[in-house]
């Protein structure tokens, strides 16, 4: 697995969040979501950080728009999963599975 | 109503870091969250949060890049005008040289004034409890009028203090003993800095013990503490917890209980041996009344900062009190803070030498003088330079330069030229250091570098630096006036001339003062030097007595063995010596004059054998010495002692009865006043009390000639009597150490002013050379129309001159008056002759005059043809 691949917990957890939140994934309400289903409160600029840097790699793909009057008619950078970046959730998923299955406990129960 | 935003720094501040591509996003996202969280926190902290956000969106990544793309007109023209500087640094080597000269040197002497300024004031510093611990000391007065001053006090009064005063926490005493020495495993080592202190020592004084137990160290008699080199100078090893020593002054042996670090270089208590208090106990219980003797230091630890004059006033009331019941006797208990002992107090029986504010700030006056020449010297050459700037400022403005970036290139020049001096002062720092170190007395281990405190001023001096030297070009520089400027109508601005006579008047005002001074001081330091002291000094050698009773009764044995060999000529034994610090005298209070009136006065004390006199060479005035054994109790005073009773003629003083210590006794002889502590303080009034086995000290004059030689006699003539270790001091050189804060005071100060003379020198021929480079043409018709050499050289140097002899017509009154006050802080001082302020003025303006020489000397030589041809 060379290193563009891999994902750290934290981007791993954001990418999961855009794909959650399908069409309107951007800043704040990645934040919403993780503070909605992880109830862990996370700053806006790990947030924007950690969705550039996997548009970086090539995981996330972004436009802009959506401006709203609460943003001050500012436009919205709507993130979007990429064929990679959802390869790449679904292979760690797999991975994750295959090496629980090996833990004695499941052994026992299995 | 109106909306309520975000703040607006915050906002502005996210704006201008962020890369463009970003920021209308990212500010959209903050925006909306702002607005989320208006409704769920409120507006404070919605603002906070949204401050917060914004700084940590700080970060690579977010932030544009400054350099490349945004901006590139402004940090380019910043690039050029440092192109520009460094052309004009390499073009201009004698005013660059001139200015980074002076500015170094400045620097560089500020900053390590600055660190020993900083050390003076460091003392205590390492013990957080400083600020509440106040040291009790005790006023001797007569009637209204202060005596003397003694830091030491009564044994009983801090456990008084403990138990009546609220304020007081706790207290510590520490009983000094002159010294004590130890045997260990047959070897003998005398230990100069003895103290028994209470167990809370280590505590109140922030020592921490490295091995031992700090809750029991100390508690029982017969325990001590040693610091980590005393442990290695007796042992050889610091594990030597539970190890025992033959210590003298107990006469027994003592074990160790603990070893802590040495006390550090910035303390005024410093130790290398604490023995428990108890173990004085004996000692102390031995004497008549508890109120007889005043010899140990207290201090007490206050509860709170601000109660140090609730606690003055307590003591007052102790004072009184004690007053009433006549336990004690014309005095006055006072208490000063610790962390004021350092500077300010100046008591008998101090622990060691003091510093003092005066010098120290007397220093750092001077070092900022310094530094002040050198800024004044930039401006000065920045400012006569105008006019060579003048058509490139000209050039500029019609380009469309605006006048803040003229004043931002005049400033960049200004900060090249200080960042520059200011490396290069760091390095002269590191290499000067040591031997800085060692002129102005401070420890080894003072590296001042390693101190916050160094780099802020370091940075402050060259911002400071930066801004004054930059600020007079850059102003005056870019509001010249284009058009005339480029039609060659400019002249040099008046205002600009008179500012810098003036700046040249004040830096040759504060050199002729720095002069003065410092041949004030180096006067004043040779008159103490060479002062008769009242006995003669030279050829004597001191011995340290042996430390115990059975070898001090074979004095009389020592004596005679010496006195066998024609190496020396007499042979005495005392208690202390002249040359020592007062605390090695004795000291009491209540001594009066039979049949005088009631006056209570204190005294110092000599205890000596009846060799005393004539080994030191006093002048017995009247009178005569002790003789074996003689009846009564004779004693004999010195002047000082004798105007006390207000006695003129030393003969009436002979047989005159005084009371103390519960006897009378008679005055058999008078000697004349000599200089206990050298020439620096007035005579002490002191009394002789015969005695043959209470000494510390053997006096032994020696014949001149072949001292090492004679050193090695005595040595191997003691080592035959006696057990205890041979140490010993020659006089004349102890009264020489007294001089020691003098002769530091004196290199520094003459290190100063000659580097204050120096640069303003430089600046001077800066100046000069530059006005006799705009003045060739002139000079040149001048030679053709017939001048000689005499007069342009007359002509060129008069206006200097003028102002130099202007800076001494107002620099002199000043310096006397500063140079009277200096010389009244000495008991005995040089008259102030006329010729102390004529030489070094005179001293001056040859110099100055020099300096400009090399200058005129070439121009008025020069052939007038060379200056006329171009153009």
């Known amino acids: 697995m060379g290193r563009t691949n891999f994902l750290g917990e934290f981007e791993e957890l954001i990418l999961t969040m855009v794909l959650i939140l399908d069409d309107n994934a951007y800043g704040n309400t990645v934040v919403k979501a993780i503070k909605e289903h992880q109830n862990r409160e996370v700053n806006l600029s790990s947030v924007h950080i950690t969705l550039y840097r996997l548009e970086e790699k090539g995981f996330l793909k972004s436009y802009m728009a959506g401006a709203t009057q609460k943003r001050g008619g500012r436009k919205k950078r709507y993130f ?31 | ?85 460094l052309r004009i640094i390499k073009k201009e080597k004698l005013y660059t040289g001139i200015n980074v000269l002076g500015l170094t040197s400045g620097f560089s002497i500020a900053l390590l004034i600055l660190s020993y300024v900083y050390f003076e004031f460091s003392y205590e510093d390492y013990n957080p409890k400083a600020n509440r611990m106040a040291r009790i000391t005790i006023d001797y007065l007569d009637g209204e009028t ?68 700090t809750q029991t160290a100390l508690t029982k008699p017969l325990e001590m503490v040693l610091t980590e080199s005393a442990a290695m100078k007796y042992f050889g090893t610091t594990d030597i917890l539970e190890k025992t020593a033959w210590v003298s002054v107990v006469g027994g042996e003592m074990k160790v209980v603990g070893v802590i670090k040495d006390s550090p270089a910035n303390t005024h208590l410093k130790f290398d041996l604490l023995f428990s208090y108890s173990t004085m106990q004996n000692t102390l219980d031995q004497r008549n009344s508890p109120w007889d003797s005043n010899d140990t230091y207290t201090y007490a630890l206050l509860k709170q900062e601000s109660q140090m004059t609730q606690f003055e006033e307590s003591l007052d009331r102790l004072s009184t009190r004690l007053l009433e019941d006549e336990t004690i006797k014309n005095e006055r208990i006072i208490a000063q803070n610790i962390k004021d002992i350092h500077l300010h107090s100046h008591k008998s029986f101090e622990a060691e030498p003091n510093g003092s504010a005066t010098i120290v700030f007397f220093l750092l006056g001077v070092a900022l003088l310094v530094i002040v020449i050198a800024i004044v010297n930039y401006i000065n050459l920045a400012t006569a330079k105008s006019f060579d700037r003048a058509k490139e400022v000209g050039i500029r403005k019609v380009i469309g330069s605006s006048k803040a970036q003229l004043r931002s290139r005049f400033y960049i020049e200004s900060v090249t030229i200080n960042l520059i001096s200011a490396g290069l002062a760091l390095t002269v720092i590191l290499l000067v250091q040591d031997t800085f170190k060692h002129i102005g007395g401070l420890p080894e281990s003072f590296n001042p570098i390693y101190y916050p405190i160094f780099w802020i001023v370091f940075v402050s001096l060259i911002l400071f630096s930066t801004f004054f030297a930059g600020s007079f070009p850059a102003f005056i520089l870019s509001s010249f006036k284009p058009i005339s400027v480029l039609k060659g109508k400019f002249s040099h601005s008046s205002k600009g001339t008179i500012m810098r006579k003036a700046l040249v008047v004040f830096q040759f005002a504060i050199a002729i003062f720095l002069l003065v001074q410092t041949i004030a001081s180096s006067e004043q330091l040779e008159y103490m030097q060479e002062k008769d002291l009242g006995l003669n000094a030279e050829q004597v050698v001191v011995v340290s007595a042996p430390a115990t009773e059975n070898e001090i009764k074979k004095f009389e044995s020592f004596r005679n063995e010496l006195l066998s060999s024609n190496s020396f000529k007499a042979v005495a034994f005392s208690n202390t010596v002249p040359g020592l610090p007062t605390s090695t005298m004795g000291s009491t209070t209540g001594v009066k004059l039979v049949s005088g009136d009631d006056h209570n006065f204190n005294f110092y004390f000599y205890f000596m054998n009846r060799y005393f006199i004539p080994t030191m060479e006093f002048n017995l005035l009247a009178g005569e010495n002790f003789k074996k054994n003689m009846a009564g109790r ?53 009394i002789f009390m015969y005695s043959t086995g209470f000494g510390s000290y053997i006096s032994v004059r020696v014949t001149p000639d072949n001292i090492n030689q004679k050193l090695i006699e005595l040595e191997e003539k003691y080592k035959s009597i006696f057990q205890s270790p041979f140490e010993f001091f020659f006089l004349d050189q102890k009264f020489d150490s007294h001089f020691r804060s003098e002769r530091q005071f004196q290199t520094i100060f003459s290190i100063l002013s000659s580097f204050a003379l120096i640069i303003t020198c430089l600046g001077l021929f800066g100046l000069a050379s530059y006005t006799i480079t ?64 004529v030489i070094p003025a005179g001293f001056v303006l040859a110099v100055a005059f020099l300096t400009i020489f090399f200058r005129t000397f070439h121009v008025s030589h020069a052939n007038p043809v060379i200056a006329l041809k171009d153009d």
């Not at chain 2, 018709?781 to 017939?786: A, D, P, S, T």
């Open chain 1, 80 to 110: 979007k999963a990429t064929n990679s970046g959802v390869a790449l959730l679904r292979e760690m998923k797999t991975s994750r599975t295959n090496l629980w299955k090996l833990t004695p406990q499941l052994n026992f129960g299995a």
């Open chain 2, 1 to 85: 109503m109106s909306r309520v935003r975000p703040p607006k720094l915050f906002a502005s501040f996210f704006k201008w870091y962020c890369r463009s591509a970003l920021r209308e996003t990212i500010l959209g996202d903050l925006e909306e969250q702002f607005e989320d969280d208006l409704e769920l926190y409120g507006k404070h902290k919605a603002r906070r949060r949204f401050a917060w956000t914004v700084i940590r969106f700080f970060r690579p990544g977010i932030i544009k890049t400054f350099n490349k793309t945004q901006n590139s007109k402004a940090s380019g023209m910043i690039k050029n005008d440092f192109k520009t500087t």
């Open chain 2, 146 to 213: 202060l005596i003397d001053q003694d830091c030491e006090s009564y044994h009983l009064l801090g456990p008084m203090m403990k138990e009546e005063f609220p304020e007081v926490e706790d207290y510590v005493r520490a009983y000094g003993m002159d010294d004590a020495v130890l045997r260990i495993n047959e070897e003998s080592f005398r230990a100069n800095r003895v103290y028994a202190v209470d167990k809370n020592f280590f505590e109140l004084f922030n020592y921490p013990l490295l091995k031992g137990n």
């Open chain 2, 634 to 686: 004779p004693v004999i005073v010195n002047e000082a002692a004798m105007k006390l009773w207000g006695i003129h003629d030393p003969a009436d003083a002979i047989d005159k009865k005084l009371h103390f210590w519960n006897s009378d006794k008679t005055i058999i002889g008078v000697i004349e006043n000599f200089h206990q502590t050298g020439v620096k303080t007035d005579h002490i009034p002191t």
């Open chain 2, 774 to 837: 705009k003045r060739k043409k002139e000079i040149g018709i001048r030679k053709v129309l017939g001048a000689s050499v005499n007069q342009i050289i007359t002509l060129l140097s008069k206006d200097f001159l003028l102002l130099i002899a202007m800076a001494g017509i107002i620099s002199l009154p000043i310096t006397y008056l500063i140079v009277r006050k200096w010389l009244e802080t000495y008991a005995y001082r040089i008259d102030i002759s006329p010729w102390l302020f």
